[in-house]
Protein backbone atom coordinates (compact mmCIF):
# COMPACT_ATOMS: atom_id res chain seq x y z
CA UNK A 1 0.00 0.00 0.00
CA UNK A 2 1.55 3.03 -1.04
CA UNK A 3 0.18 7.01 0.42
CA UNK A 4 1.08 10.23 -0.88
CA UNK A 5 2.72 12.29 1.42
CA UNK A 6 0.99 15.57 2.86
CA UNK A 7 2.76 18.82 1.87
CA UNK A 8 2.57 19.61 5.77
CA UNK A 9 4.67 16.99 6.52
CA UNK A 10 5.88 17.50 10.68
CA UNK A 11 9.37 16.01 10.01
CA UNK A 12 10.73 18.14 7.33
CA UNK A 13 11.90 21.35 8.15
CA UNK A 14 9.42 24.01 7.95
CA UNK A 15 11.44 27.70 8.76
CA UNK A 16 10.64 30.46 6.67
CA UNK A 17 14.11 31.03 6.10
CA UNK A 18 14.81 27.79 4.69
CA UNK A 19 11.51 27.75 2.21
CA UNK A 20 13.57 31.63 1.21
CA UNK A 21 16.61 29.59 0.57
CA UNK A 22 15.35 27.16 -1.51
CA UNK A 23 13.11 29.59 -3.46
CA UNK A 24 16.14 31.27 -4.25
CA UNK A 25 18.39 28.34 -5.06
CA UNK A 26 15.76 26.34 -6.91
CA UNK A 27 16.46 24.87 -10.33
CA UNK A 28 13.76 26.74 -12.38
CA UNK A 29 14.44 30.13 -10.95
CA UNK A 30 18.26 30.04 -12.75
CA UNK A 31 17.54 28.33 -15.77
CA UNK A 32 14.70 31.50 -16.48
CA UNK A 33 17.37 33.61 -15.43
CA UNK A 34 20.20 31.90 -17.68
CA UNK A 35 17.13 31.48 -19.96
CA UNK A 36 16.79 35.00 -20.52
CA UNK A 37 20.23 35.84 -20.80
CA UNK A 38 21.12 33.30 -23.68
CA UNK A 39 17.91 34.66 -25.24
CA UNK A 40 19.52 38.49 -25.10
CA UNK A 41 22.89 36.96 -26.52
CA UNK A 42 21.49 34.88 -29.29
CA UNK A 43 19.21 38.41 -30.49
CA UNK A 44 22.61 39.91 -30.66
CA UNK A 45 24.04 37.23 -32.71
CA UNK A 46 21.51 37.48 -35.35
CA UNK A 47 19.45 41.25 -35.32
CA UNK A 48 21.28 44.51 -35.87
CA UNK A 49 22.13 45.92 -32.60
CA UNK A 50 22.13 49.86 -31.98
CA UNK A 51 25.33 51.86 -31.82
CA UNK A 52 26.95 52.12 -28.39
CA UNK A 53 26.83 55.77 -29.15
CA UNK A 54 23.13 56.07 -29.88
CA UNK A 55 22.02 58.85 -31.97
CA UNK A 56 25.20 61.05 -30.26
CA UNK A 57 26.62 59.43 -33.51
CA UNK A 58 23.97 60.11 -36.58
CA UNK A 59 25.70 58.14 -39.48
CA UNK A 60 26.37 55.32 -37.29
CA UNK A 61 22.99 55.05 -36.12
CA UNK A 62 21.40 55.87 -39.59
CA UNK A 63 23.23 53.39 -40.87
CA UNK A 64 22.28 50.31 -38.18
CA UNK A 65 18.65 52.26 -38.34
CA UNK A 66 18.50 51.28 -42.04
CA UNK A 67 20.13 47.92 -42.14
CA UNK A 68 17.78 46.58 -39.03
CA UNK A 69 14.30 48.09 -40.81
CA UNK A 70 15.69 45.97 -44.18
CA UNK A 71 16.26 42.95 -42.35
CA UNK A 72 13.80 42.99 -40.02
CA UNK A 73 10.86 44.22 -42.20
CA UNK A 74 7.57 44.42 -40.33
CA UNK A 75 8.55 42.98 -37.22
CA UNK A 76 11.08 46.09 -36.67
CA UNK A 77 9.36 48.24 -34.63
CA UNK A 78 8.05 44.79 -31.87
CA UNK A 79 12.04 43.57 -31.95
CA UNK A 80 13.02 47.20 -30.99
CA UNK A 81 10.55 48.09 -28.93
CA UNK A 82 11.56 44.64 -26.50
CA UNK A 83 14.93 45.84 -26.79
CA UNK A 84 15.75 43.14 -29.22
CA UNK A 85 17.48 45.34 -30.84
CA UNK A 86 19.58 47.07 -28.35
CA UNK A 87 20.31 44.03 -25.94
CA UNK A 88 23.13 45.05 -24.06
CA UNK A 89 21.09 48.26 -22.87
CA UNK A 90 17.97 46.67 -22.00
CA UNK A 91 16.62 46.76 -18.85
CA UNK A 92 15.02 43.61 -18.76
CA UNK A 93 18.57 41.57 -19.95
CA UNK A 94 20.50 43.82 -17.28
CA UNK A 95 18.30 42.58 -14.82
CA UNK A 96 18.40 39.17 -15.52
CA UNK A 97 22.42 39.10 -15.80
CA UNK A 98 22.55 40.90 -12.42
CA UNK A 99 20.51 38.35 -10.88
CA UNK A 100 21.77 35.08 -12.15
CA UNK A 101 25.28 35.94 -10.53
CA UNK A 102 24.03 36.09 -7.11
CA UNK A 103 21.73 33.02 -7.55
CA UNK A 104 24.71 31.04 -9.48
CA UNK A 105 27.05 32.01 -6.22
CA UNK A 106 24.41 31.25 -3.97
CA UNK A 107 24.36 27.52 -5.55
CA UNK A 108 28.06 27.29 -5.66
CA UNK A 109 28.01 28.09 -2.07
CA UNK A 110 25.64 25.35 -1.00
CA UNK A 111 27.55 22.30 -3.48
CA UNK A 112 31.05 23.66 -1.91
CA UNK A 113 29.39 23.40 1.91
CA UNK A 114 27.87 19.66 0.38
CA UNK A 115 31.34 18.62 -0.82
CA UNK A 116 32.42 20.07 3.12
CA UNK A 117 30.04 17.98 4.75
CA UNK A 118 31.00 14.51 2.70
CA UNK A 119 34.12 15.08 3.31
CA UNK A 120 33.88 14.85 7.00
CA UNK A 121 30.80 12.34 7.13
CA UNK A 122 28.34 15.41 8.61
CA UNK A 123 24.89 15.51 8.17
CA UNK A 124 24.87 12.21 6.78
CA UNK A 125 21.55 10.99 8.39
CA UNK A 126 19.38 14.40 7.98
CA UNK A 127 17.23 16.13 5.72
CA UNK A 128 18.45 18.75 3.16
CA UNK A 129 16.45 20.26 0.62
CA UNK A 130 14.67 16.60 0.44
CA UNK A 131 10.68 16.49 0.39
CA UNK A 132 9.08 13.76 1.29
CA UNK A 133 8.08 11.89 -1.88
CA UNK A 134 5.83 8.87 -0.60
CA UNK A 135 5.03 6.54 2.17
CA UNK A 136 4.80 2.73 2.22
CA UNK A 137 3.28 -0.03 4.32
CA UNK A 138 5.29 -3.14 4.56
CA UNK A 139 8.38 -2.18 2.87
CA UNK A 140 11.02 -4.72 2.16
CA UNK A 141 13.84 -4.01 4.61
CA UNK A 142 16.89 -1.17 3.97
CA UNK A 143 19.23 -3.94 3.32
CA UNK A 144 17.15 -4.55 0.06
CA UNK A 145 16.83 -1.01 -1.37
CA UNK A 146 20.63 -0.22 -0.56
CA UNK A 147 21.64 -3.48 -3.11
CA UNK A 148 19.34 -1.90 -5.47
CA UNK A 149 20.75 1.77 -5.09
CA UNK A 150 24.28 0.02 -5.08
CA UNK A 151 23.39 -1.50 -8.08
CA UNK A 152 22.37 1.71 -9.57
CA UNK A 153 25.51 3.27 -8.79
CA UNK A 154 24.43 5.71 -5.75
CA UNK A 155 26.74 5.77 -2.60
CA UNK A 156 25.17 4.29 0.09
CA UNK A 157 25.03 5.40 3.66
CA UNK A 158 23.49 3.46 6.42
CA UNK A 159 23.42 6.24 9.39
CA UNK A 160 21.53 3.98 11.72
CA UNK A 161 19.12 1.07 11.66
CA UNK A 162 15.91 2.90 10.78
CA UNK A 163 17.74 5.34 7.86
CA UNK A 164 19.33 4.55 4.80
CA UNK A 165 20.89 7.90 2.89
CA UNK A 166 22.04 7.54 -0.52
CA UNK A 167 23.47 10.36 -2.97
CA UNK A 168 25.53 10.59 -5.84
CA UNK A 169 28.46 12.37 -4.01
CA UNK A 170 31.47 13.50 -4.07
CA UNK A 171 30.80 13.40 -8.34
CA UNK A 172 27.49 14.80 -8.18
CA UNK A 173 28.57 17.99 -6.00
CA UNK A 174 31.80 18.30 -7.55
CA UNK A 175 30.17 19.07 -11.63
CA UNK A 176 27.54 20.70 -9.75
CA UNK A 177 30.08 23.14 -8.02
CA UNK A 178 32.31 23.66 -11.56
CA UNK A 179 28.85 24.46 -13.90
CA UNK A 180 27.70 27.55 -10.60
CA UNK A 181 31.61 28.24 -10.89
CA UNK A 182 31.53 28.57 -14.50
CA UNK A 183 28.42 30.64 -14.24
CA UNK A 184 29.63 33.36 -11.89
CA UNK A 185 33.04 33.52 -14.12
CA UNK A 186 30.65 33.75 -17.67
CA UNK A 187 28.32 36.56 -15.42
CA UNK A 188 31.24 38.72 -14.44
CA UNK A 189 32.66 38.75 -17.57
CA UNK A 190 29.98 39.67 -19.25
CA UNK A 191 28.78 42.59 -16.71
CA UNK A 192 32.97 43.74 -16.98
CA UNK A 193 32.34 44.19 -20.86
CA UNK A 194 29.18 46.24 -20.09
CA UNK A 195 30.53 48.60 -17.51
CA UNK A 196 34.26 49.07 -18.95
CA UNK A 197 34.02 48.12 -22.29
CA UNK A 198 33.12 49.92 -25.69
CA UNK A 199 32.98 49.31 -29.58
CA UNK A 200 33.27 51.90 -32.46
CA UNK A 201 31.62 50.69 -35.99
CA UNK A 202 32.74 51.76 -39.23
CA UNK A 203 35.71 53.91 -38.60
CA UNK A 204 37.20 55.33 -41.26
CA UNK A 205 41.08 54.82 -40.88
CA UNK A 206 43.68 56.64 -43.41
CA UNK A 207 47.25 56.81 -44.21
CA UNK A 208 49.05 59.90 -42.69
CA UNK A 209 45.72 60.82 -40.53
CA UNK A 210 45.05 59.22 -37.01
CA UNK A 211 41.62 58.63 -36.16
CA UNK A 212 41.01 58.77 -32.20
CA UNK A 213 39.30 56.37 -30.36
CA UNK A 214 38.29 56.07 -26.52
CA UNK A 215 40.98 56.19 -23.76
CA UNK A 216 43.21 57.31 -25.64
CA UNK A 217 43.61 55.02 -28.53
CA UNK A 218 43.92 55.97 -31.91
CA UNK A 219 44.18 54.09 -35.60
CA UNK A 220 45.76 54.71 -38.06
CA UNK A 221 47.17 53.41 -41.80
CA UNK A 222 50.92 52.41 -42.77
CA UNK A 223 51.49 53.73 -46.20
CA UNK A 224 54.04 51.27 -46.61
CA UNK A 225 51.70 48.29 -47.73
CA UNK A 226 51.94 47.55 -51.66
CA UNK A 227 49.16 45.35 -51.89
CA UNK A 228 46.24 47.03 -52.80
CA UNK A 229 44.09 44.23 -51.58
CA UNK A 230 45.13 44.53 -47.72
CA UNK A 231 45.99 47.36 -45.52
CA UNK A 232 48.22 47.73 -42.26
CA UNK A 233 46.36 49.19 -39.39
CA UNK A 234 48.51 51.02 -36.97
CA UNK A 235 47.32 51.33 -33.08
CA UNK A 236 48.43 53.83 -31.14
CA UNK A 237 50.12 54.81 -28.76
CA UNK A 238 51.94 52.16 -28.67
CA UNK A 239 52.44 51.54 -32.83
CA UNK A 240 51.11 47.68 -32.61
CA UNK A 241 50.43 46.95 -36.60
CA UNK A 242 48.93 44.52 -38.39
CA UNK A 243 48.40 43.61 -41.91
CA UNK A 244 44.78 42.46 -42.82
CA UNK A 245 42.73 41.85 -45.67
CA UNK A 246 38.77 42.31 -45.91
CA UNK A 247 36.84 39.83 -43.00
CA UNK A 248 39.36 39.28 -41.26
CA UNK A 249 40.07 40.36 -37.68
CA UNK A 250 43.22 41.07 -34.98
CA UNK A 251 43.33 40.80 -31.31
CA UNK A 252 45.87 43.58 -30.79
CA UNK A 253 46.95 45.50 -27.68
CA UNK A 254 43.48 44.49 -25.92
CA UNK A 255 41.48 45.66 -28.95
CA UNK A 256 39.89 43.60 -31.39
CA UNK A 257 39.69 45.38 -35.23
CA UNK A 258 37.88 43.65 -38.12
CA UNK A 259 38.90 45.12 -41.35
CA UNK A 260 35.17 46.02 -42.73
CA UNK A 261 36.25 46.93 -46.03
CA UNK A 262 39.09 48.88 -47.98
CA UNK A 263 38.71 52.26 -49.13
CA UNK A 264 40.67 53.19 -52.16
CA UNK A 265 41.62 57.07 -52.24
CA UNK A 266 44.54 59.15 -53.20
CA UNK A 267 46.63 62.22 -51.84
CA UNK A 268 45.83 64.78 -54.38
CA UNK A 269 48.00 67.87 -55.04
CA UNK A 270 48.49 70.17 -58.06
CA UNK A 271 51.16 72.93 -59.32
CA UNK A 272 51.10 75.54 -61.80
CA UNK A 273 53.23 75.32 -64.59
CA UNK A 274 55.71 77.54 -62.34
CA UNK A 275 55.46 75.56 -59.76
CA UNK A 276 52.98 77.39 -57.57
CA UNK A 277 50.73 75.31 -55.27
CA UNK A 278 47.03 75.58 -55.76
CA UNK A 279 44.69 75.70 -53.50
CA UNK A 280 42.08 72.32 -53.96
CA UNK A 281 38.35 72.75 -52.24
CA UNK A 282 36.58 69.37 -51.50
CA UNK A 283 33.45 71.17 -50.03
CA UNK A 284 31.96 74.50 -49.82
CA UNK A 285 32.20 74.13 -45.87
CA UNK A 286 35.77 72.88 -46.10
CA UNK A 287 38.76 75.21 -45.71
CA UNK A 288 40.68 74.99 -49.60
CA UNK A 289 44.23 72.87 -48.86
CA UNK A 290 47.02 72.80 -51.09
CA UNK A 291 47.03 68.61 -50.40
CA UNK A 292 43.77 66.98 -49.96
CA UNK A 293 43.01 63.55 -49.05
CA UNK A 294 40.34 62.19 -51.32
CA UNK A 295 38.60 58.64 -50.39
CA UNK A 296 36.11 56.50 -52.83
CA UNK A 297 33.99 54.73 -50.44
CA UNK A 298 30.38 52.26 -51.03
CA UNK A 299 28.83 55.24 -49.55
CA UNK A 300 30.35 57.59 -51.49
CA UNK A 301 32.02 56.06 -54.62
CA UNK A 302 32.31 60.20 -56.24
CA UNK A 303 33.84 62.74 -55.28
CA UNK A 304 34.09 66.26 -57.30
CA UNK A 305 37.14 68.20 -56.21
CA UNK A 306 37.57 72.42 -57.24
CA UNK A 307 41.00 73.91 -58.02
CA UNK A 308 39.21 77.73 -58.70
CA UNK A 309 42.76 79.19 -59.11
CA UNK A 310 43.11 76.44 -62.10
CA UNK A 311 39.26 77.19 -63.37
CA UNK A 312 39.20 72.75 -63.12
CA UNK A 313 36.32 71.02 -61.61
CA UNK A 314 37.19 67.25 -61.22
CA UNK A 315 35.08 64.28 -60.73
CA UNK A 316 36.94 61.30 -58.74
CA UNK A 317 34.63 57.87 -59.35
CA UNK A 318 35.64 54.30 -57.67
CA UNK A 319 37.04 51.41 -59.90
CA UNK A 320 34.54 48.29 -60.19
CA UNK A 321 37.02 46.14 -59.19
CA UNK A 322 39.19 45.91 -56.47
CA UNK A 323 43.42 47.51 -57.01
CA UNK A 324 42.24 49.39 -60.47
CA UNK A 325 42.84 52.90 -60.28
CA UNK A 326 39.70 55.59 -60.05
CA UNK A 327 38.64 56.95 -63.02
CA UNK A 328 38.99 61.22 -63.12
CA UNK A 329 37.11 63.34 -65.36
CA UNK A 330 37.95 67.45 -65.69
CA UNK A 331 35.92 69.90 -66.21
CA UNK A 332 36.12 73.48 -67.14
CA UNK A 333 34.81 76.12 -65.31
CA UNK A 334 32.53 77.55 -65.83
CA UNK A 335 31.07 75.89 -68.84
CA UNK A 336 31.14 72.94 -67.99
CA UNK A 337 32.93 71.20 -71.42
CA UNK A 338 34.55 67.90 -70.37
CA UNK A 339 38.69 67.97 -71.07
CA UNK A 340 40.18 64.85 -69.90
CA UNK A 341 38.21 61.74 -69.35
CA UNK A 342 40.85 58.77 -68.08
CA UNK A 343 42.45 56.58 -65.32
CA UNK A 344 44.05 58.44 -62.04
CA UNK A 345 47.86 58.46 -63.04
CA UNK A 346 50.66 59.58 -60.55
CA UNK A 347 50.74 62.78 -62.72
CA UNK A 348 48.49 64.05 -64.82
CA UNK A 349 48.79 67.87 -66.65
CA UNK A 350 45.39 68.93 -67.48
CA UNK A 351 46.00 72.67 -69.08
CA UNK A 352 48.28 74.67 -67.26
CA UNK A 353 47.96 72.34 -64.06
CA UNK A 354 50.04 69.08 -62.89
CA UNK A 355 48.35 66.91 -60.77
CA UNK A 356 49.78 64.44 -58.08
CA UNK A 357 48.17 61.57 -57.41
CA UNK A 358 49.85 59.66 -54.70
CA UNK A 359 48.09 56.10 -53.32
CA UNK A 360 46.45 56.38 -50.15
CA UNK A 361 44.43 53.67 -48.97
CA UNK A 362 41.27 54.10 -45.93
CA UNK A 363 39.90 51.62 -44.23
CA UNK A 364 36.41 50.77 -42.78
CA UNK A 365 37.35 49.15 -39.50
CA UNK A 366 35.11 47.75 -36.10
CA UNK A 367 37.26 48.57 -33.01
CA UNK A 368 36.35 46.73 -29.85
CA UNK A 369 37.36 46.73 -26.19
CA UNK A 370 36.18 43.64 -24.15
CA UNK A 371 38.21 43.63 -20.84
CA UNK A 372 35.60 40.39 -20.21
CA UNK A 373 36.25 38.03 -22.72
CA UNK A 374 38.54 36.33 -20.72
CA UNK A 375 36.60 35.54 -17.98
CA UNK A 376 33.55 35.13 -20.22
CA UNK A 377 35.43 32.41 -22.40
CA UNK A 378 36.61 30.63 -19.01
CA UNK A 379 33.28 30.64 -17.74
CA UNK A 380 32.27 29.00 -21.21
CA UNK A 381 34.36 26.55 -21.01
CA UNK A 382 33.41 25.57 -16.95
CA UNK A 383 29.93 25.89 -17.47
CA UNK A 384 29.94 23.22 -20.11
CA UNK A 385 32.52 21.11 -18.25
CA UNK A 386 30.49 21.02 -15.28
CA UNK A 387 26.90 20.38 -17.75
CA UNK A 388 28.43 17.65 -19.09
CA UNK A 389 29.36 16.31 -15.61
CA UNK A 390 25.84 16.87 -13.96
CA UNK A 391 24.40 14.88 -17.27
CA UNK A 392 26.84 11.59 -16.41
CA UNK A 393 26.59 12.04 -12.45
CA UNK A 394 23.11 13.98 -12.11
CA UNK A 395 22.76 15.87 -8.27
CA UNK A 396 20.52 13.87 -6.37
CA UNK A 397 19.70 12.38 -2.75
CA UNK A 398 17.16 9.83 -1.14
CA UNK A 399 16.39 9.46 2.42
CA UNK A 400 14.47 6.34 3.81
CA UNK A 401 13.31 6.57 6.84
CA UNK A 402 11.83 3.47 8.83
CA UNK A 403 9.12 4.08 11.37
CA UNK A 404 7.48 0.76 12.42
CA UNK A 405 5.41 -0.69 9.65
CA UNK A 406 5.83 2.51 7.45
CA UNK A 407 8.41 3.57 5.04
CA UNK A 408 9.11 6.96 4.07
CA UNK A 409 11.24 8.34 1.38
CA UNK A 410 12.22 11.61 0.94
CA UNK A 411 14.02 12.83 -2.43
CA UNK A 412 16.01 15.90 -4.05
CA UNK A 413 17.36 16.62 -7.09
CA UNK A 414 16.95 16.02 -10.37
CA UNK A 415 14.28 13.03 -11.43
CA UNK A 416 14.90 11.95 -7.76
CA UNK A 417 11.36 11.40 -7.08
CA UNK A 418 11.81 9.05 -10.56
CA UNK A 419 14.11 7.06 -8.78
CA UNK A 420 11.78 6.24 -5.75
CA UNK A 421 8.99 4.94 -8.21
CA UNK A 422 11.33 2.76 -9.54
CA UNK A 423 12.44 1.67 -5.85
CA UNK A 424 7.99 1.02 -5.30
CA UNK A 425 7.95 -0.68 -9.10
CA UNK A 426 11.05 -2.79 -7.86
CA UNK A 427 9.02 -3.67 -4.91
CA UNK A 428 5.95 -4.47 -6.54
CA UNK A 429 7.47 -7.24 -8.88
CA UNK A 430 9.41 -8.84 -6.54
CA UNK A 431 5.84 -8.89 -4.58
CA UNK A 432 2.67 -9.38 -6.81
CA UNK A 433 0.89 -10.30 -4.22
Known sequence: MTVWADPAD???????????????????????LCAVVVAGLIATLILPQQPSAGVSDPVAYSRWEAEAK?????????????????????AWWRMALAASMPIAGLRLADRLVRLADVRRGGRNGDLRDERRARVTLNAPPLDDFADRLRARRYRVLRHSDDVLVADRAPWAELASA??????????????FNLVAGWEATNKMAVVGA????????????????????????????????????????????GLNLVLNRIVPGYRLSATTSAAKPLLIRASNFVSPTTELLVTLGAEEPERYIAVPEAQLALALTAADSAGQPARLRAFAMPSGDVITDTTVQPTLVIGDAAFRFKLAQGAMIDVRYAPGDLLWWLGLATTLVGAIGGLICPMQRLLIRRRGEWTEFYAGGRHSRREVARLAESRREASPS
Open 10 to 32: PIEDRDPWRALWRLLTHDALLIA
Open 70 to 90: QREGALYALLNGLGLNNVAQA
Open 210 to 253: STPLRDGYAITLDDASVDPASVTIVLQPNDASAMLREGEQVHIA
Open 178 to 191: VLHLGLVFAGVGLS
